[in-house]
């Protein structure tokens, strides 16, 4: 989809929605960082679609060296106090950074955006900056529901779970399909308040069935999670 629609979608209206309606990545953050436990330096991480840097600010709390990306003149008009060097104009297509610059790459609801011909240079983008091993964050409509094909025109790519698959082995990434990456123990803490007390390796072993059975729960409902990592 042509970049100037865009900008003039996400204008002051969308930003300030998305403010009453942001959900802390929390959850995803600690994922990662157990994954990277032995990474003997910091975690670099980019934001593709950052909107005015709710999750680089998140990221920062975490120690984590964050950077976004975004194309809406609103948005890089806006973004949040002391963040305003970690962010820079860019798409999913056009990303201004150096091959294997980072770790990890988080693209939340920006692919279903992008014109289906522009699909293999965005994943050839997304596999250039980032390094060997590094790690893929993406959340997309998910086709096989209906109501993402009319509730948002500005949604011109939307795939089923196995389209999204075929594409990153294409482009050199191996993809876990129906699987939500993310620290279950940590979400529940986040969304009821509810912390349990168990050592995340412990926590992690026994969450790994479920990550793929919520994610095959998802995978027939509104929204896909890819979580993937660059060979």
């Known amino acids: 989809m042509k970049e100037t629609f865009l900008r003039r979608k996400y204008d002051n209206n969308y930003y ?24 003997n330096k910091n975690i670099k991480w980019l934001d593709i679609g950052c909107s005015i840097g709710y999750l680089i600010q998140e990221l920062l709390d975490n120690k984590i060296q964050a950077y976004g990306i975004d194309i809406s003149i609103v948005a890089l008009g806006n973004i949040l106090l002391g963040l305003r060097q970690r962010v820079v104009a860019g798409s999913i297509v056009h990303i201004p950074y150096k091959t294997e610059t980072f770790d990890v790459v988080s693209a939340f609801d920006v692919i279903e955006h992008i014109h289906p ?72 803490k986040q969304r009821y308040n509810f912390y349990i007390p168990i050592p995340n390796k412990l926590c992690f072993f026994f969450e790994e069935p479920l990550r793929f059975i919520f994610g095959k729960i998802f995978s027939w409902r509104s929204r896909l999670y890819i979580f993937a990592k660059k060979l």
């Open 16 to 39: 300030k929605f998305l403010k009453s309606h942001w959900f802390p990545k929390f959850h995803m953050i600690k994922y990662v960082q157990y994954l990277m436990k032995n990474k």
């Open 117 to 188: 011909q522009e699909t293999e240079l965005a994943f050839r983008e997304l596999n250039r900056v980032l390094k060997t091993g590094g790690y893929l964050f993406l959340t997309t409509p998910n086709s096989k529901y209906m109501g993402n094909w009319i509730y948002d025109l500005t949604h011109i790519n939307v795939r089923p779970p196995m389209y999204w698959k075929i594409m990153l082995k294409k482009h050199g990434f191996k993809s876990k399909r129906e699987y939500i990456p993310s620290f279950l123990k940590y979400y529940i």
